[in-house]
């Protein structure tokens, strides 16, 4: 089982930039693919953005232009650089392996923006 841990979340502005970091144990982190999930209060997980193992990247219309998610295999670990935020953005951030299967989750880090 791929154990995901990850950091960077915190308070900030909106108009403001953060980096979200996902480090991943095992060894299949180089095959996977990856994504970033949110959570806001109330509402449904929602899938932000995703990776393949060779780099290739998709996007929520809500977050085209201003995230960008990437990776680094000897590092096992995926980042989601998330800059112009905006209120809406206010959730917990989640990563995950989304195959080979089992899926894995980590714990989330809370994102919120606020004035």
């Known amino acids: 089982q791929v154990q995901l841990v990850e950091s960077g979340g915190g308070l900030v502005q909106p108009g403001g930039s953060l980096r979200l970091s996902c480090a991943a144990s095992?060894?299949?982190?180089?095959?996977?693919?990856m994504g970033w999930y949110r959570q806001a209060p109330g509402k449904q997980r929602e899938l932000v953005a995703a990776i393949t193992s060779a780099g290739s990247t998709n996007y929520a219309d809500s977050v085209k232009g201003r995230f960008t998610i990437s990776r680094d295999n000897t590092k096992s670990t995926v980042y989601l650089q998330m800059n112009n935020l905006k209120l809406e953005d206010t959730a917990v951030y989640y990563c995950n392996k989304m195959s080979p299967a089992p899926p894995s989750w980590g714990q989330g880090t809370q994102v919120t923006v606020s004035s």
């Open positions: 095992g060894s299949i982190f180089s095959i996977s693919v």
